[in-house]
């Protein structure tokens, strides 16, 4: 095993090279362990909607509550308009938020702590954003990055930090989640380290802080998730509510 | 804490070498960005299309069915409460005139019985007066009769005594005349 912390971070491909149009699209450890989230996302979801009880079992009523997770934090930022896109938001969550878990097991790989995964998504939801915004309110839509009750002295200077504010969104949303995992596993495993190096004598303050770190990361696994749908539920509610 | 540390690393490296995996940081290296987010994109594609059409409904469908279970029971609750309630009106309003009929029988029969009572009781007075008429009329009958009565055994007795005193009748209008003057005394 190397030392060097950000060794877990390295993607090989697995099996055969794939290249179509001169890219490289081979199977990775990267979708390796999208696949493992996906399918554990799946295996949840079907056994929590087995079985129609009115009084659930145990994994059904995770389910449930999962979905009433969603959709209160939904209506709570986004309101009414939002509930077509209910199951993207649905999707996302889960899905970054068994990457993020599936990431805390020892010898796995985190997808999430990939900035190219997580600028993907934001991207996505950054054009996807636009163009709702664009559809339905027309050209009415750039009054985002003109807030009323400014001072017109201001209105420039205000203006352009919106602007700026606006444009900076994909890249504050994918390196918020990506820097929070990486930070979060390398410190992981560069307190793991100093366990081996300092041994018996006095490797146990490292090894104690492990511990409440891995406590930490949990609990930064799920709020990154949850930090990453709401956001995405506010710039849509901007999308669909345009009122700044 | 952990963010601005990440960050910072994040800065460090992007501004050391930044397309140099090997000795920074591997999410820098582009050969297998392309991969990732064909990956990405097949699989979270294909997890939103079965969540969506799939796990979604379902999960909403279980929770309406419940909710709208729960509703329809309390629904019913209230129908049935509701219904109680009216039977506990009709049983008290028929108990409210059950009594006033029970009153009303009750005040009627007292009445009735009053005024039988009331009318035996004068009937009888009437009678009794009747009797006692009779009576105090025999009974003045009675002392006529016993008085002349008595004259007569008193006349019978003076006459029969004079006839054994002297040997010889009295005039018996004499005696009647004596008698009766005597008796007149007792009389009154």
Not at chain 1, 3 to 22: L, R
Not at chain 1, 188 to 197: A, E, Q, R
């Amino acid at each position: 095993m190397a030392a060097n912390p950000m060794h877990q971070f390295n993607v090989h491909k697995i099996g055969p090279e794939i290249k179509i149009g001169g890219i490289d699209l081979s199977f990775t450890n990267a979708s390796l362990f999208m696949l493992f989230s996906a399918a554990l996302i799946l295996i949840f979801l079907l056994f929590g909607t087995k079985e129609k009880k009115i009084v659930p079992s145990k994994i059904q009523l995770i389910s449930e509550m999962l979905y009433n997770f969603v959709a209160k934090m939904i209506s709570d930022t986004a309101g009414k308009k939002a509930k077509p896109y209910f199951s993207f938001i649905f999707s996302l969550f889960i899905f970054i938020l068994f990457c993020n878990m599936i990431g805390m097991l020892p010898y796995s790989f985190t997808v999430t702590s990939h900035i190219i995964v997580t600028l993907a998504f934001a991207v996505f939801i950054f054009v996807g954003v636009t163009i709702l915004g664009f559809v339905i309110h027309g050209f009415k839509y750039l009054k985002i990055f003109v807030p009323s009750g400014v001072p017109a002295v201001l209105l420039p200077i205000i203006m352009v930090i919106e602007i700026i504010s606006y444009l900076s969104r994909p890249i504050s949303l994918s390196v918020r989640l990506f820097a929070n995992m990486m930070a979060g596993h390398t410190m992981l495993k560069v307190f793991g380290g100093f366990v081996i190096s300092l041994g018996l004598v006095a490797g146990w303050l490292p090894l104690t802080f492990s511990i409440a770190l891995t406590g930490l990361e949990i609990l930064v696994a799920f709020l990154q998730a949850y930090v990453f749908a709401i956001l995405t539920c506010i710039y849509l509610n901007d999308a669909l509510n345009l009122h700044h | 804490m952990n963010k601005i540390v990440g960050f910072l690393t994040f800065l460090l490296f992007a501004a050391n070498n930044l397309f140099a995996a090997e000795s920074g940081m591997p999410q820098l290296d582009p050969t297998y960005w392309a991969s990732q987010v064909f990956w990405l994109a097949i699989i979270f594609s294909s997890i939103y299309i079965l969540i969506a059409k799939i796990f979604i409904p379902k999960i909403k469908g279980n929770i309406d069915a419940r909710e709208d279970k729960i509703r329809k029971d309390i629904e019913e609750a209230n129908l049935l409460k509701e219904e109680a309630d009216k039977k506990l009106k009709e049983y008290n309003v028929l108990i409210e005139e059950a009594k006033l009929s029970a009153k009303k029988i009750l005040l009627d029969s007292r009445k009735k019985l009053n005024e039988d009572i009331q009318t035996k009781k004068e009937q009888v007075e009437k009678e009794i007066q009747k009797e006692i008429k009779n009576a105090e009329k025999e009974i003045q009958k009675l002392k006529i009769n016993s008085s002349s009565k008595v004259n007569l055994i008193s006349e019978e007795i003076v006459s029969n005594i004079i006839k054994d005193i002297f040997g010889e009748d009295l005039n018996k209008s004499s005696i009647k005349a004596t008698v009766s003057e005597i008796t007149k005394g007792y009389k009154n």
